[in-house]
């Protein structure tokens, strides 16, 4: 009995290992580690009896099937072989590889980039499948080859931020430098972007990040091809995000709540841009957006000098929420037309200087008077050693006036409207300035010069409780006056029946209201009448 079972065990040892040598030759071979390999779909393998099967080289959309056991050098090459790989055409690259560590000089990254160079074709490449070591998309500054040869990138899905660089070494390692034929980029889930990462390629036509949240500075400067941006999503920028974008025409950035200094610099046809949140459009913003057309953002509060100088494009410029305009804002605006402010209670040194178009201006400012007296009492007591006429100094050593070149600066007065310097300089066809609620609003030197030849001018009085009719210090008409300036016609919503502040020669010495120190400056060169409305 127990040599029968002996003998069985024996039997099923022999059948065992005769089983196993024969399924050894049914197993595939496994690659060597240095061969990266592209498989087909598992659920739908090639089957070469099957014409959906079938390469089209017609079709840059059906790659040609690739022999699993091929290194990526030989997959690339095999994809190249059959297809044109022009500008116009270019060849489809649709990788589903690991590229690991992108700055590795042993990574398939490095692998593909020569393998497009050696293949001399232009591509378009598509790394959406392809796998990271990392969350960053890094091209790594130091390759040279086949970035120049690449005319559309898809980044990885698995992509969530471009690398940036410092602006000290922006010129020689910015992250897409030597793609200089490149005009298409996209990204599904890029979020972020580092500075300079695009700047100075000046093929690029279009870009798609529609995750995009936030980018740093100089991110897309001196892209002259872009055309649009279209960024559902982004809430922030550096500086300098899209100067120079000289053919950039449409910006929609609706959820974008500040334009930072110098964004649009230079966008000479940016001719609509939608940025319905922004609550800050500061300095140089769209310095020089010669085609844009309008200018209304309902939520901005502050504009920085020099936003919108030389829009030469723009017509309105309505901004119900701004408080201050600051110095050159609307500079050089040469078709401006209308312009809006509800809130606005300062109005920077040449701030509308040369809108030799606009016409209408509005304020609708009431400040809240915190002072009591006449409104230049503070200042007068604090300079009682200029002449506001001539601009003289009192020397108090000699006791004799010197020449002072500098004008007499505008009085701190926190609680009036104030326009500074040649504000309105050079307006010709400025017809109605209507500030109708302020309760004493001082104009700086030159603040209306050179604005035509006569002017409706609308301006708060009352008994004297509040206005003391609008005294100044400087010869706001200029200095000399133009002499093609013959009119002001004051208009009021005074509701009180006595004399008007406006007339009053002065509760101060030397300071009367607005009409008697036109007419005494300006040696009644300038007809005023004063008109209260019902």
């Not at 793609?179 to 093929?203: C, D, M, P, Q, W």
């Not at 230049?376 to 050593?397: C, E, G, K, T, V």
Request: overall charge negative.
């Amino acid at each position: 009995m127990i040599k029968a079972l002996k003998l069985f065990c024996l039997i099923v040892f022999v059948l065992i290992f005769i089983f196993s040598l024969s399924g050894c030759d049914e197993l595939d071979e496994t690659p060597g580690e240095d061969e990266d390999i592209i498989y087909d779909d598992p659920d739908n393998p090639f089957d070469p009896d099957d014409p959906s099967d079938l390469d089209d080289p017609s079709d840059p959309s059906d790659p040609p099937d690739i022999d699993v056991n091929l290194t990526l050098e030989e997959i690339i090459a095999a994809m190249l072989s059959e297809q044109e790989g022009t500008k116009d055409t270019p060849a489809v690259l649709k990788l589903d590889v690991e590229i690991g560590n992108m700055t590795d000089t042993n990574n398939n990254w490095h692998r593909i980039l020569k393998s497009i160079e050696t293949g001399g074709k232009y591509v378009d490449l598509d790394l959406s499948a392809c796998a990271m070591l990392y969350y960053f998309f890094d091209p790594d500054y130091r390759i040279t080859g086949g970035k120049n040869l690449i005319i559309k990138i898809t980044l990885p899905d698995a992509a969530t931020e471009i690398i940036g660089v410092e602006i000290n070494v922006a010129n020689e390692q910015r992250a897409f430098i030597r793609f200089t034929n490149l005009e298409f980029v996209s990204g599904k889930n890029i979020i972020h972007i580092g500075s300079y990462a695009f700047r100075n390629l000046i093929r690029l036509k279009e870009v798609d990040f529609q995750n995009l949240i936030n980018i740093d500075s100089t991110v897309f400067a001196n892209c002259t091809s872009l055309t649009k941006i279209d960024f559902p999503l982004l809430d922030s920028t550096g500086e300098y995000s899209f100067s120079g974008c000289s053919n950039l025409k449409t910006a929609n950035l609706p959820e974008l709540t500040k334009v930072k200094p110098y964004t649009f610099y230079e966008c000479s046809n940016l001719e609509t841009a939608y940025i319905p949140k922004t609550t800050l459009i500061d300095q140089y913003a769209f310095y020089n957006c010669s085609s844009l057309t309008e200018a209304n953002f309902p939520l901005v509060e502050i504009l920085g000098n020099e936003a919108f100088r030389n829009c030469e494009s723009l017509t309105e410029a309505i901004f119900p929420s701004v408080k201050t305009i600051n110095q050159r804002t609307f500079m050089g605006c040469k078709k401006l037309v209308y312009a809006s402010f509800l809130l606005a209670e300062k109005i920077g040194n040449e701030a509308f200087k040369n809108c030799v178009n606009l016409q209408t201006a509005e304020f609708h400012a009431d400040p809240i008077r915190t002072t009591t007296g006449h409104p230049l009492q503070p200042w007068i007591n604090a300079n009682m050693d200029y002449d506001p006429i001539n601009f003289n100094h009192l020397d108090r050593n000699t006791w004799s006036w010197k020449e002072e070149r500098q004008p007499v600066p505008s009085p701190v007065t926190l609680d009036s409207f104030i326009i500074h310097s040649d504000a309105f300089n050079g307006c010709k066809g400025l017809a109605i300035l209507g500030i109708r609620n302020a309760w004493n609003v001082y104009f700086a030197a030159s603040s209306l010069a050179n604005i035509g030849s006569k002017l409706n001018l609308h301006l708060y009085d009352d008994n004297g409780d509040n206005s003391y009719g609008h005294p100044q210090l400087e010869p706001f008409l200029g200095n000399p006056l133009d002499p093609s300036f013959t009119e002001i016609k004051i208009y009021t919503n005074s509701i009180h029946q006595g004399q008007s502040q406006l007339e009053k020669q002065s509760a101060t010495p030397g300071y009367p209201g607005l009409a008697p120190d036109i007419k005494s400056r300006y040696e009644n060169k300038v007809s005023v009448e004063i008109e209260r409305l019902p």
